[in-house]
């Protein structure tokens, strides 16, 4: 993630800790991640523990960049208005 904004020049770089709240993000979305990933594969495998276990590493290895650039945009929309037109 850039430290400002190219289009509206918005500080990324918040203050210590601010990006503590998108792990709690990053880690709801690895949550639903895996339990979709469970579900798709236990309709296909059963119960087996290895083909679940494998394959939802494999996911969450898979997804983790988007899932952690994600989580910290989805965490800064929450404190900071989206409007396009502005310029600083």
Do not use: Q
């Not at 952690?68 to 396009?84: M, Q």
Request: aromatic share 14%.
């Amino acid at each position: 993630m850039p430290n400002k904004c190219t289009v509206c020049s918005e500080d990324f770089l918040r203050e210590s800790g601010f990006y503590w709240g998108a792990m709690m993000v990053s880690h709801a979305t690895t949550t639903v991640v895996a339990v979709i990933v469970h579900v798709i594969v236990h309709f296909f495998a059963g119960w087996e523990i290895a083909p679940n276990v494998i394959s939802i590493v494999t996911a969450i290895l898979l997804l983790f960049p988007i899932v952690f650039r994600n989580s910290r945009a989805i965490w800064i929309n929450f404190f900071v208005d989206y409007t396009p037109t502005i310029k600083k």
